[in-house]
Every structure is written in structure tokens, then in C-alpha cells.
């Protein structure tokens, strides 16, 4: 019963983990959404401010 009761809670313990990584890794791809979608953002307001054509 000890054996079977410690397995759950090292299982718990590598899920919590898993997820832990599993959400940093979607923090980054998020925050490097975020970076293009607001430089993006900059490039064109900048353009549009200045009228600068970026593209021949």
C-alpha cells in the first residue's frame, strides 16, 4: 500500500512538471507573438504616420 501510494505521488509530481514546461513553452510562443504582432503594428503606424513605402 506505501509502494502503490509513493508511484501516485512521483507520478503527480512528473505530470506537475510536464504541465509546468508545457505552459512556459506556450508563455514564450506568446510572448514572441506578441513581439511580431506589435512590431508589425509599429512598422505600419510609423508608415502610416511618414508615409514611408516599404515595399517597391
Not at 507520478?11 to 509546468?20: L, M, N, P, T, Y
Amino acid at each position: 500500500m506505501l509502494r502503490l501510494k509513493k508511484s501516485n505521488v512521483v507520478k503527480r509530481v512528473k505530470s506537475a512538471h510536464f504541465i509546468g514546461r508545457q505552459l512556459s513553452r506556450l508563455k514564450l510562443g506568446q510572448s514572441y507573438y506578441a513581439i511580431v504582432v506589435s512590431s508589425v503594428s509599429a512598422i505600419s503606424l510609423i508608415s502610416l504616420a511618414f508615409e514611408i513605402t516599404i515595399w517597391m
